[in-house]
């Protein structure tokens, strides 16, 4: 029991205080966005083990990604120091990865397994389609994967979902089927998908109560943040874990009164908020946590009113906007932080207009003292940011996408990871395929196909097949070409066990001529690619490192496992880019939300969800409450999808908001533009006028066809320059040097910009 004046309390109000201190066997804190709920779950995490309640052994928190769970267990070392080392602290995925790799070899599968990532999972799905020839059936990869996702998180399984197959409809006798192969290949790949992740540990602790039995008594206290977003599965592996412990299931070794009474019941504290969840497409499951205290008899419950994150008048904004769901409990969520600004509208001609209005004002809040790493621009859809990023790079502003097509998605670093993945599980026959013939050494389809049926045939594995090539009348060339691939497989995995990944990763760099082909080629994307190669490379060293026991296998598990917020980084002063999904739980003094439009937010897929628009609204309410002071919201009168212009209508969304709390822009087009939305929201959207056609050619130009390169240029402070757009000015700074020199420039008309000097469309005067 903490003492009341123990530090850990300190500054807390009441209500978090009591959360913090709880003896309850089942607790749920739910609360309003910004409230303290992450806060008050570290806090209770630090008493346990500051009060001696709990060895940092005996917790298990669940976070919703890597970063959030690696914030987590920092906050929790600042309060307790060296005490926390010991403490499970992660995502259900890597929880379930460890608790899997202890126990995989129960259910046949070795410890070395894969993890296949949604890529890893989409190329094995298309190739089965294309197998199966369900393509002309209209199946797609994503209705596949999405469908077989939804029913995996419902913990269904292709063997009971035989029966529930519909025989008259071909589509779903297809589905089974590559369902049904799909998992046929995992299993022979010993590999998981992230969901089999979650299912597979629900049916391990079924089939095997003993095993369950080690977990529960292990883990004494569960505590589990943003539990709004849980799905099925993971709720039914939380039930699984908080389960009493009979005396039968205790081992010989326990002291003598466990053996006697058992166990009770671990203790679980969950904290959420229904007006944030935001995974019901994903199987989350908001009856969850409204039935929290059905499933858990006697549980105990706080709720917290107070935000400490956000200015009154942003709190008041998203609570006007939130309030319309119905199903809902009201809330009463206030803040002491002050009134704050206005929120600050803004209406772009087009998407790039959109873009621009948010780099000038993110220029201005550098001047006025905020960082980069303070500001962040959310949106609904990735496609969104191609328009924005061409602002950022040419007005030198340092950006950074959080999740969408990252690092890991890019092919040299997948290529790379394959022959990782070969190296640490001989089965995982995808990644011996995608290594087969990279770089190219003569493997084309057929000589794949040979080698694939001679495994099938044989009853072994793809790596296998590789050493009986000289069996396969296949000709010298190419025999001469599998042998060598497979004989740097066999030397690599023959030093594992004194090999860190680094070393490994950098033989097969080496070995393989990876990037001294890179280096040769012509293609600059190439040169790109060799600066990838060796940040992974880094990534590995860096892993080595701190991982003074961490070998190629635990090194493969952190890459699979890097979900998408975990790449925002703190340090290095850029702005942050991402989706509304991607914001949950984070908080930033400056947010932009962009795209506020019909069509994209609420998106046009919501419209034939049943409860899509309350999801929708949700996912507005949660971009806005990650604003701590400024919140800027704006939209494109019209936007380009799929290469088509397409006219825009503002959200109804930001006719909820009170006009008062808002202060409206436009681009400034006169009469032809749209000066506010609410006048607009009275048109019909066809109506809309139509882009003049002379600015619209001036930004295709700029966007698409920029070849110039201005590198060269001899420039000095002082000097007086004309833009295309911006006109005349007058340099005020120069900085960097080459391709990344960047000019600010004072503008006669339009103010302060800055620059990339290498493709900005300005010349001397
Ligand atoms: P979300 O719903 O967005 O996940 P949350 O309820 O988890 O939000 P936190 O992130 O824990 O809220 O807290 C929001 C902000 O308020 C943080 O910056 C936190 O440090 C601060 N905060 C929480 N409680 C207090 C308090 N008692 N005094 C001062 N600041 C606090
Ligand atoms: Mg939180």
Redesign the pocket.
């Known amino acids: 029991m903490l003492p009341a004046d123990s530090p850990l309390l300190e500054?807390?109000?009441d209500r978090?205080a009591q959360a913090v201190t709880s003896q309850a066997g089942a607790l749920l804190i739910v609360?309003?966005?910004?409230?303290?709920?992450?806060?008050?779950l570290t806090r209770r995490i630090a008493g346990l083990i500051a009060s001696k309640t709990a060895w940092p052994s005996q917790i298990l928190a669940i976070t919703f990604t890597n970063k959030a769970a690696g914030e987590m267990r920092e906050r929790v070392a600042a309060l307790v120091g060296e005490a926390s080392q010991g403490m499970w602290i992660s995502t259900f995925h890597s929880a379930c990865v460890r608790i899997l790799r202890t126990e995989a070899e129960r259910f046949g599968y070795t410890k070395a397994f894969t993890i296949y990532d949604s890529g890893d999972q989409r190329a094995l799905i298309k190739r089965l389609i294309r197998d199966h020839g369900a393509d002309r059936l209209g199946l797609t990869p994503a209705s596949v994967s999405g469908k077989m996702s939804r029913l995996k998180n419902e913990l269904v399984d292709v063997d009971s979902y035989r029966g529930q197959v519909r025989e008259s409809d071909p589509n779903d006798v297809a589905f089974y089927q590559l369902w049904s192969d799909y998992q046929a290949e995992l299993a022979r790949s010993q590999a998981f998908d992230f969901d089999d992740l979650i299912v597979h540990t629900v049916q391990l602790f079924r089939a095997f109560p003993e095993v369950a039995a080690v977990y529960r008594r292990r883990f004494r206290h569960i505590l589990v943040?943003?539990y709004q977003d849980t799905n099925h599965a993971q709720y039914a592996l939380i039930r699984e874990l908080t389960q009493a412990v009979s005396p039968e299931q205790v081992p010989e070794s326990a002291p003598p009164h466990e053996r006697e009474n058992g166990l009770e019941a671990p203790a679980l504290t969950v904290?959420g908020?229904s007006d944030?969840s935001i995974y019901a497409f994903r199987g989350a499951d908001i009856r969850n946590i409204v039935e929290f205290e059905r499933d858990f008899p006697g549980a105990e419950v706080i709720l917290?009113e107070q935000n400490?994150?956000s200015k009154q008048t942003i709190l008041d904004a998203a609570n006007a906007v939130i309030s319309q769901n119905f199903d809902r409990k009201a809330k009463n969520l206030f803040s002491e932080l002050g009134a704050g600004d206005k929120i600050q509208g803004f209406t772009g001609y087009s998407q790039h207009d959109e873009a621009q209005f948010v780099a000038d004002e993110i220029g201005k809040l550098i001047d006025e003292g905020y960082r980069y790493q303070d500001i962040a621009v959310f949106y609904r859809t990735n496609a969104q940011t191609r328009a924005m990023e061409d602002v950022f790079i040419r007005q030198a502003l340092p950006y950074r996408i959080i999740g969408g097509t990252k690092f890991y998605e890019r092919a040299e670093i997948k290529d790379l990871l394959a022959y990782l993945h070969a190296i640490a599980n001989p089965a995982d026959a995808l990644a011996v395929r995608r290594i087969l013939n990279t770089p190219k050494r003569g493997i084309g389809p057929a000589t794949e196909a040979t080698l694939v049926a001679h495994a099938e045939q044989a009853g072994i594995t793809l790596s296998q097949a590789l050493t009986e090539v000289d069996q396969m009348g296949l000709g010298p060339k190419v025999t001469g070409a599998i042998s060598e691939l497979s004989q740097l497989l066999i030397e690599l995995r023959s030093t594992l066990d004194s090999a860190t990944a680094a070393e490994t990763l950098k033989a097969v760099i080496d070995r393989t001529g990876y990037r001294t082909l890179l280096e040769r080629s012509n293609d600059p994307q190439d040169l790109a690619r060799v600066e990838n190669v060796d940040e992974l490379l880094g990534v590995a060293s860096e892993f080595s490192r701190g991982n003074q026991d961490g070998g190629l296998v635990e090194f493969l598990t952190e890459v699979s496992l890097v979900a998408a917020a975990d790449e925002l980084d703190d340090s290095g002063g850029t702005v942050s880019l991402m989706t509304l999904h991607t914001a949950?739980?984070l908080?930033f003094d400056a947010v932009f939300v962009t795209g506020v439009e019909e069509e994209l937010l609420p998106h046009r897929m919501s419209a034939n969800e049943p409860g899509g628009l309350a999801e929708e609204r949700r996912l507005f309410y949660v971009g806005m409450?990650?604003a701590k002071n400024k919140l800027h919201l704006s939209l494109a009168m019209s936007r380009q999808t799929f290469g088509e212009a397409m006219v825009c209508a503002p959200s109804r969304f930001l006719r909820e908001i009170p006009e008062e709390l808002m202060q409206w822009r436009d681009s400034g087009l006169g009469d032809r533009a749209l000066t506010a939305p609410r006048t607009s929201l009275e048109r019909e959207p066809r109506s809309l006028p139509r882009p003049p056609r002379e600015k619209n050619t001036q930004w295709a130009n700029r966007i698409d066809t920029v070849v110039r390169d201005n590198s060269e240029m001899e420039l000095a402070v002082g000097d007086r320059i004309t833009h295309d757009d911006f006109g005349p000015g007058t340099i005020s700074a120069l900085t960097g040097a080459g391709p990344k020199r960047v000019a600010e420039v004072r503008f006669d008309q339009v103010g302060k910009k800055r620059l990339l000097v290498k493709i900005a469309p300005i010349s001397l005067t």
Not at 33 to 39: C, D, E, L, Q, R
Request: no cysteine; proline share 0%.
């Open positions: 500054g807390l109000n978090q609360a309003g966005a910004g409230s303290g709920k992450t806060s008050v943040d943003e904290v908020d944030q917290l400490y994150r949950k739980g908080e409450t990650r």
